[in-house]
């Protein structure tokens, strides 16, 4: 099946800084999506992007399908930013599915 | 709108024992997912449905049954818990299959078999 790389996966940040994420995947997908699992443990959606860029705040996403891999920017992090980012994708072969990543667990410091 | 909300919160159960996890959601969406999260693991899916009446294996379902009675409600059933079903559970639920559409997250329960 298909495979969900993240990277780096773990991260240390001051406030302020900025940081890049990364997802691999070794298949087509139909779909993929970002989401932050905060200390708390809910997920929250934070981008469906199968391909192209979006922005939201100090967030935004870049997808290169034909490449297979897709980043997450966070600008001028904040201590709310901590917890852990996973990337998801939906497998071209199948429509009902998303493949979650290992994610990157993120921690900033005030 | 509540959204996905799951019931209970957190649960011990000892080694053979049975439970059920209740999953709602009102936005009346078709497809509903039932995940398991163990720690420093992403999630990964256990059972999931299409439709009222309709239910599908995901890619570890042993140990685990599901029933979708009614549209927004989707139930997870462990008939005699064990040790390896520790962990956290999510239920999801988009407006049809995962390829266009969002998935939606509920809270978590938090399971520990002792």
């Known amino acids: 099946g298909i495979q969900v790389e993240q990277s780096p996966p773990d991260l240390i940040l001051q406030e302020g800084a900025n940081s890049t994420l990364r997802c691999n995947f070794s298949?087509?997908?139909?779909?993929l999506q970002w989401f932050h699992q905060n200390p708390w443990g809910q997920l929250i959606n934070l981008f469906y992007?199968?391909?192209g860029t979006k922005q939201n705040g100090r967030l935004s996403a870049t997808t290169v399908a034909t490449e297979r891999y897709s980043l997450l920017y966070i600008s001028s992090s904040q201590t709310t930013d901590s917890g852990v980012y996973f990337c998801?994708?939906?497998?071209?072969?199948?429509?009902?599915?998303?493949?979650f990543g290992t994610g990157t667990r993120l921690q900033v410091f005030p | 709108n509540a959204g996905v909300t799951q019931t209970p919160k957190f649960r011990v159960l000892k080694t053979g024992q049975s439970m059920t996890l209740l999953c709602a959601q009102d936005?009346?969406?078709?497809?509903m997912y039932w995940y398991r999260q163990d720690p420093g693991m992403g999630l990964r899916l256990i059972h999931y449905?299409?439709?009222?009446?309709?239910?599908a294996k995901g890619e570890v379902p042993d140990g685990y049954n599901v029933s979708r009675l009614k549209k927004q409600n989707f139930l997870l059933g462990l008939e005699s818990a064990a040790p390896s079903q520790t962990s956290v559970y999510f239920c999801?639920?988009?407006?049809?299959?995962?390829?266009?559409?969002?998935?939606?997250f509920g809270p978590g329960t938090r399971l520990t078999v002792t």
């Open positions: 992007i199968p391909s």
């Open positions: 999801a639920s988009s407006d049809r299959g995962v390829g266009p559409y969002e998935q939606y």
């Open positions: 449905s299409v439709g009222e009446g309709t239910t």
């Open positions: 998801a994708v939906n497998p071209r072969d199948n429509t009902d599915k998303l493949i």
């Open positions: 936005m009346n969406h078709e497809y």
């Open positions: 298949d087509s997908v139909n779909n």
